[in-house]
Antibody, heavy 119, light 108 residues
Framework: EVQLVESGGGLVQPGGSLRLSCEVS????????MHWVRQVPGKGPVWVSR????????TYADSVKGRFTISRDNAKNTLYLQMNSLSAEDTAVYYC????????????WGQGTLVTVSS | EIVLTQSPGTLSLSPGERATLSCRAS???????LAWFQQKPGQAPRLLVY???NRAPGIPDRFSGSGSGTDFTLTISGLEPEDFAVYYC?????????FGQGTKVEIK
């Protein structure tokens, strides 16, 4: 069974940092592109970042470029999102999701982890 | 950035009725790269349709997608109780990939 389980969310002050993790099982992790998508409750999802299977190619949304870093550890079947210089606009539920290829459908999502940026 | 506009915002229907959801793109989207998701409260989005008209594994055939260019439609042929949820379209044709703002299908 394919599973993606996020962790690491929580309450952080503006300007602070947080690292999200996404542990996966049930599929060959290194053969999949992985993405982070965030969603403010009641709004549509917003794509944040992606990384290829080898971890050698990364792309970011303009809104997080220079502040967020996506990475992966294929030996641990885990995806990460390091988030720095957080602001209230980053408050959202963060989902990890998988895709078989760069431009294929997003077929599995994790259950999400809530990040709240507030003083 | 391709902006996806979904309509209507809310659709109030009874079980058994047909639901027609619209997704309009600000520029043309290749037919291979348009998907629909269903989301229920407290849950992650669930893939229903990809490549405009391909149902994801395990998705009932009452769900169907159609369209091309800038206009796409998700049709639910006869609403079941479990279909009342929010639906999002997504384009992954050009970067950044984008989602619509959603259509809520509620029980009338």
């Amino acid at each position: 069974e394919v599973q993606l389980v996020e962790s690491g969310g929580g309450l952080v002050q503006p300007g602070g940092s947080l690292r999200l993790s996404c542990e996966v099982s049930g599929f060959t992790f290194y053969t999949y592109w992985m993405h982070w998508v965030r969603q403010v409750p009641g709004k549509g999802p917003v794509w944040v970042s992606r990384i290829n299977g080898a971890g050698t190619s990364t792309t970011y949304a303009d809104s997080v470029k220079g502040r967020f870093t996506i990475s992966r550890d294929n030996a641990k079947n885990t995806l990460y999102l390091q988030m720095n210089s957080l602001s209230a606009e980053d408050t959202a539920v963060y989902y990890c999701a998988r895709r078989r290829y760069l431009r294929s459908e997003t077929d599995y999502w994790g259950q999400g982890t809530l990040v709240t940026v507030s003083s | 950035e391709i902006v996806l506009t979904q309509s209507p915002g809310t659709l109030s229907l009874s079980p058994g009725e047909r639901a027609t959801l619209s997704c309009r793109a600000s520029q043309s989207v290749s037919s291979s790269y348009l998907a629909w998701f269903q989301q229920k409260p407290g849950q992650a989005p669930r893939l229903l349709v990809y490549g405009v008209s391909n149902r994801a594994p395990g998705i009932p055939d009452r769900f169907s997608g159609s369209g091309s260019g800038t206009d796409f439609t998700l049709t639910i042929s006869g609403l079941e109780p479990e279909d009342f949820a929010v639906y999002y379209c997504q384009q992954y044709d050009s970067s950044p990939e984008t989602f619509g703002q959603g259509t809520k299908v509620e029980i009338k």
